[in-house]
């Protein structure tokens, strides 16, 4: 922590594991002493669903999941503390600003005689979320609840409504400078993948010659191409086939030497094309007696069905390797792989799709997606450029991204030491010119 905050004085030993030493002036108490459980149900029609998501307590986003049980709801009321109370959603937590209405899976917490912006900082802080799913059950273990009756039992600081709205002010301040921070990050990450979309875009539509003479492609969304250049169909130039499904034969079986690619190995590694390393690997023998189809090197395979459809995951395998029939493989016989998956990468997959509640795009589709052809030394100029390019860039995210990482550790760090005293912010004063970022929250 920097060393313009000094600690207190004095401190005395918790012997918790969450707060270590806090300052001997404060006091510890049970939660349950300063929080009521308000357990009231209600309906959505008369008080509006709220979403409990990690960034607070917001509107209930669109994207939320619903139930057509909307009479069976908790009540929540400005100012009140709520927390989903599932580990898998860890962090999702806040004060409310609104009135509303939230999941049964939420504890709704009524403070009395505690600051609710102190409130706020303290209960979502990653140290005491850690010790309040410490707290929870469960059957599995990455999956368990945490219950009032377990939350009220944990040792929390408590000092003086002064020092709590005294902290509860410098954090608001300082987190809203880093945040403000993160989200010019966040945004110069989004430009980048803007960046790359336009190298890719521009260079297989338009090629590599600004002088070059030009005709309309005959393909809305993709304008003018080059006059020397083939219009073709992905069947002209490759072999598309769909992977196999045999997860059942392979239970049980030894790892062997092929691997085979599901979709959750190509949402990792973020920008990478190349597909090295799978989840699971089988034998070749084994591969051969079920007629599963082996995939040489240079195919380029991309997700059939799912959200994974939708994000640009097109890779292309760097050996021979089998893939489930949730993705798609192309050989490529005619054009070069690599100007192919680039291509690939700028198709509008859920234009594409069969309509359905979960994406799909058919294999007579893929077939018929129309691209433009380069003859192939053109197509390789092509390939490194776009890669030389997207090789900068990378550097360039890989830099934010870290930026990114350090600024949202200080602002962890940064409440944590605050919230368990282990920085003095009595003498802390907001600067006059930033006095618009108070908190409108006032102490229940």
Request: one cysteine or more; glycine letters at 6%; hydrophobic letters at 40%.
């Amino acid at each position: 922590m920097s060393n313009r905050f000094k600690p207190y004085p004095d401190y005395q030993n918790t012997e918790l594991d969450w707060l270590g030493r806090v300052p001997k002036s404060w006091e510890l108490r049970r939660l349950g002493s300063y929080f009521r459980e308000r357990r009231e149900k209600v309906s959505d029609s008369d008080f509006p669903a709220l979403s409990v998501t990690m960034q607070g307590i917001v509107p209930q986003l669109e994207n939320a999941a619903k139930t057509s049980d909307g009479d069976n709801r908790k009540l929540v009321r400005k100012g009140d503390f709520a927390i989903n109370s599932r580990s898998d959603r860890k962090g999702s937590s806040g004060v409310s600003a609104y009135d509303g209405s939230v999941s049964l899976i939420t504890i709704v917490l009524q403070p009395k005689g505690l600051h609710p912006a102190y409130v706020h900082h303290l209960l979502r802080s990653e140290a005491f979320q850690e010790e309040f799913y410490r707290f929870g059950k469960g059957i599995v273990a990455d999956l368990w609840s945490t219950n009032f009756e377990a939350m009220k039992n944990i040792t929390i600081p408590v000092m003086s409504l002064d020092e709590q709205t005294q902290i509860a002010a410098f954090l608001d301040y300082e987190t809203a400078k880093i945040d403000a921070l993160i989200e010019k990050q966040q945004q110069l990450i989004a430009l980048l993948g803007e960046k790359r979309q336009a190298v890719i875009s521009h260079a297989v539509t338009k090629g590599l010659n600004p002088d070059a003479p030009m005709r309309d492609s005959g393909i809305e969304w993709l304008g003018k191409v080059p006059t020397h250049w083939k219009a073709v169909r992905v069947r002209d130039v490759g072999k598309v086939d769909q992977g196999c499904a045999f997860a059942h034969a392979i239970q049980g079986q030894e790892s062997g030497e092929i691997p085979w690619f599901k979709v959750n190995d190509m949402n990792r590694d973020g920008n990478e094309v190349e597909m090295r390393t799978a989840d699971n690997y089988v034998a070749l023998k084994l591969a051969e007696s079920i007629r599963a189809p082996i995939f040489p090197a240079g195919t380029v395979i991309f997700p059939r069905v799912g959200a994974a459809l939708l994000t640009n995951k097109r890779r292309i395998l760097t050996s021979r390797a089998i893939i489930d029939d949730n993705v798609y493989g192309i050989r490529p016989h005619t054009v070069v792989p690599r100007f192919l998956l680039h291509f690939l990468s700028l198709v509008d997959m859920a234009r594409l799709c069969s309509a359905g509640l979960v994406p799909t795009v058919t294999f007579s589709v893929i077939k018929e997606i129309r691209l433009p052809l380069p003859p192939q030394e053109e197509q390789n100029a092509i390939v490194d450029h776009i890669e030389r390019l997207l090789a900068k860039l990378d550097l360039l995210e890989e830099k934010v991204a870290n930026a990114l990482g350090i600024l949202q550790e200080r602002r962890t760090a940064l409440i944590s030491a605050a919230v368990t005293g282990k920085i003095d912010v009595r003498g802390w004063k907001r600067p006059s010119s930033d006095a618009r970022l108070g908190t409108e929250l006032e102490v229940a």
